[in-house]
């Protein structure tokens, strides 16, 4: 019996209850179990008759039985028990708790899956750079922890979008492509220019593409500079990313909002809306009303757009791309476009409460050797994302981004991340799922199989540890759930840390395998199945995090 399956018995009483006409109540459409923190109140608890008893009219207590009684009944239940006020704690026949692991080697990859989320059409826009230069230590953390987010709202039912947006137009542009046609003719780039090793690399990259384009007009060398610039840059973003393992299904062009007329309509909707106006040759949006600290411009008096015009339109495309939620990934000097993009969505006549989401990344420092790396042999000025692979490997890496919360500034230690040792938190987890891949060998060598879904006999599995075990593995589904629900990816890293010294407990208690010439008997099959389950369940969270499970190490 998985929690599913008792929240679902549950729910079942509680609908019995209502159909005999001993509660008087609307059943909720579901309940929650969850596990005790301390294991002499069961295997599993719910709070739903403390839950029901205001509607209900009726003591906490009395629910509670009304409920129990009818729990008992239940088929792999073995005891069900009022505590407190009237908190239902319910303890497992070790059969129901046991089938678990079946379940879970059954369903191999789709454990974890989950509906939650279900007919949910959400943009997830993350990293979102200029295509001007490397990759760098501020768009580290949203490419690990963005990527494993739209992992786990795929995985709770939601049809997800991942989506880069180019800033590629703008004056940076130009000045971009300025800043490599005076590193092709051994010149300084322009006041305000581009610096780095990795403008002269593109400066010799262009001019072998193009052998001819100092021969052009000035004028015309750098547009040619600034396309050529453009498109090697762009294809180094998307090469390092992918590298990353973080993969965007849209790279939307910020260009394709001026060239097809998006803007032009864009501002008309808003006109419509009655929340554009003109004052003093400009032209205004009035996000004050929306909670701005000011009305922004949209045109400036001289007839040019405004970046914000840009981003009005871009919230009306992904709208009219039937998107019901739009999910943007943004560093912490950008607090000020939270209330920016929540006026633009009710200037276009949306609840921004539904529309739209804003999360924040706080900043990323690496330390080496107790020293903060602030420089880049190729970038010059800031640490990009190939120097921190570079130096941990991308596992490493990914995975201790994801691992902690983005509310808070976090430092990466390179000399803790390729440690091989268990307080390095990716290979004490990885190390777990290399374990068990090796006792499963084992078990293969010596011609050990664990047999079909119909010899194995769950019963078997009722040592405490096992317990333990077989409860944690239940948990799996809702933690990625809740971690899906709440934009926490560090939920599913932490849970994968627990699961590990789980079951490192689990085998230092239980022998798998037998011992020298003792025949192989049905507990060491069932614990094989155990061991299966386990493995999934690591498998499943490390993929989730985009950081690989190794067999061996």
């Not at 899956?113 to 059409?121: I, K, P, T, V």
């Amino acid at each position: 019996m998985t929690p599913t399956d008792l929240a679902d018995a549950v729910l079942r009483a509680v609908r019995e209850a209502v159909d005999a006409g001993e509660l008087a109540v609307t059943p909720p459409s579901a309940v929650t179990v969850e596990r005790p923190k301390q294991k002499e109140h069961g295997d599993y608890a719910t709070n739903v008759a403390l839950q029901l008893a205001k509607p209900a009219g009726r003591p906490p207590r009395q629910v509670a039985e009304l409920i129990a009684g009818r729990l008992r009944a239940v088929a792999g239940i073995s005891a069900v028990e009022i505590a407190g006020p009237g908190f239902l704690n319910v303890r497992l026949e070790a059969a129901a708790a046991g089938v678990a692991a079946r379940r879970i080697v059954e369903a191999g990859e789709a454990y974890g899956r989950n509906d939650s989320l279900a007919g949910q059409r959400i943009d997830l826009e993350f990293v979102s750079a200029n295509p001007t230069g490397p990759l760098h230590l501020g768009h580290v953390r949203w490419a690990a922890v963005g990527d494993c987010l739209g992992r786990l709202l795929d995985a709770s039912g939601a049809k997800v979008t991942r989506e880069f947006y180019v800033n590629d137009a703008g004056a940076q542009m130009d000045k971009f492509g300025a800043s490599i046609r005076a590193r092709a003719l051994g010149e300084e780039p322009p006041e305000g220019g581009y610096l780095g090793a990795y403008v002269n690399d593109l400066a010799r990259e262009v001019l072998a593409a193009r052998p001819d384009i100092l021969e052009l007009p000035e004028d015309e060398q750098s547009v040619a500079f600034r396309e050529e610039g453009y498109r090697a840059q762009l294809a180094e973003q998307q090469r390092t990313l992918e590298s990353f393992r973080t993969h965007f299904d849209v790279w939307f062009s910020e260009r394709t909002l001026h060239a097809g007329g998006g803007i032009e309509k864009a501002l008309a909707t808003l006109r419509e809306q009655g929340h554009v106006y003109d004052s003093e040759g400009a032209v205004f949006l009035r996000t004050s009303d929306f909670g701005d600290d000011k009305d922004r411009v949209l045109v400036k008096s001289d007839g040019s757009l405004t970046y914000f015009a840009a981003d009005c339109a871009y919230y009306l495309d992904k709208r009219g791309r039937g998107f019901d939620r739009l999910v943007y990934m943004l560093g912490a000097d950008h607090h000020g476009y939270v209330n920016r993009l929540r006026a633009i969505a009710a200037c276009a006549g949306d609840d921004p409460d539904q529309t739209v989401e804003v999360l924040i990344g706080q900043f990323v420092k690496v330390v080496q050797g107790g020293e903060e790396l602030k420089l880049s042999k190729r970038a010059g000025n800031v640490v990009t994302l190939e120097d921190v692979v570079d130096l941990a490997g991308v596992d490493a890496v990914r995975y201790a981004l994801a691992r902690s919360s983005t509310d808070s500034t976090l430092v990466l230690d390179i000399d803790l991340l390729t440690k091989q040792a268990n307080e390095n938190p990716v290979f004490y987890v990885q190390y777990a799922h290399a374990r068990i891949s090796g006792v499963l060998r084992n078990a293969r060598d010596l011609g050990i199989e664990r047999g079909d879904a119909e010899s194995f006999d769950p019963s078997l599995l009722s040592h405490e540890r096992e317990a333990d075990l077989l409860g944690a593995l239940g948990e799996f589904p809702r933690v990625v759930a809740t971690s899906a629900e709440l934009r926490e990816a560090h939920r599913v890293a932490r849970y994968l840390e627990a699961l590990a010294g789980t079951y490192h407990r689990f085998y230092d208690a239980c022998r798998v395998l037998p011992m020298g010439d003792e025949e192989p008997t049905d507990l060491n099959r069932a614990r094989l199945w155990l061991c299966e389950a386990t493995r999934v369940v690591l498998a499943n969270g490390l993929a989730l995090l985009g950081v690989a499970a190794p067999e061996r190490m």
